[in-house]
């Protein structure tokens, strides 16, 4: 069974940066799209970034330049460095896969999530 | 690109269907087949309902369907059970290496 566990979230102040960690098992980070989405609270999804198996990334216009997704495949993790945070940047944070039916990758179809992890920028 | 549209909520009777609108534009709904549906309970992580706007991934119960016509992508759902109370958020990826969602729609099972 696919699993993925965030950690990594907490309070932070404005400025500050913050390391996600999306640690996986039943499969590898390596050879799957992999995306982050966050949902701030009582509002939508937005997504934040995603990581190709091939190692491209591309992240929304929200974060670029701010946020860093990585992963680390002797780990089997999947991160997102987070710099120069800001109070709308405060959302559960989920890693998810992205959706492969045998014949290619579908960008927007997200379909194993973890369970999230909270991030709060505040002072 | 804007965020997609859906209405902010929906309602109906046990047994009965009911239809969530996603509303883009020409450069995303319109033009691409990535249309998603996630379905999320209280608390919970979203789950994938609908992918390629009408396709199942395995293990979604079939009275869940999906359709577009123009810019505007639904989904259905028949036979209108107490658990299927919970948002729905629907997606589209505009070949511009984002992805959109739309607002969200909280379906009130009377």
């Not at chain 1, 050879?31 to 970034?49: C, D, H, I």
């Not at chain 1, 194993?112 to 002072?123: D, E, P, R």
């Not at chain 2, 994938?48 to 639904?74: C, E, H, Q, W």
């Not at chain 2, 299927?84 to 607002?103: H, I, Q, R």
Request: hydrophobic share 30%; charged share 15%; aromatic share 12%.
């Amino acid at each position: 069974e696919v699993q993925l566990v965030e950690s990594g979230g907490g309070l932070i102040q404005p400025g500050g940066s913050l390391r996600l960690s999306c640690a996986a098992s039943g499969h590898t980070v390596s050879s799957t799209y992999m995306s982050w989405v966050r949902q701030a609270p009582g509002k939508g999804l937005e997504w934040v970034s995603i990581i190709y198996s091939g190692g491209t990334t591309y992240y929304a216009d929200s974060v670029k330049g701010r946020f860093t997704i990585s992963r680390d495949n002797s780990r089997n993790t999947l991160y997102l460095q987070m710099n120069s945070l800001r109070a709308e940047d405060t959302a559960v944070y989920y890693c998810a896969t992205n959706y492969y039916d045998g014949t290619g990758y579908y960008p927007d179809a997200f379909d194993i999530w973890g369970q999230g992890t909270m991030v709060t920028v505040s002072s | 690109q804007s965020a997609l549209t859906q209405p902010a909520s929906v309602s109906g009777s046990p047994g009965q269907s009911i239809t969530i609108s996603c509303t883009g534009t020409s450069s995303d709904v319109g033009s691409y087949n990535y249309v998603s549906w996630y379905q999320q309970h209280p608390g919970k992580a979203p789950k994938l309902m609908i992918y390629d706007v009408s396709k199942r991934p395995s293990g979604v119960s079939g009275r869940f369907s999906g359709s577009k016509s123009g810019n505007t992508a639904s989904l259905t759902i028949s036979g209108l059970q107490a658990e299927d109370e919970a948002d729905y958020f629907c997606s589209s990826y505009p070949g511009s290496t984002t992805v959109l969602f739309g607002g969200g729609t909280k379906l009130t099972v009377l």
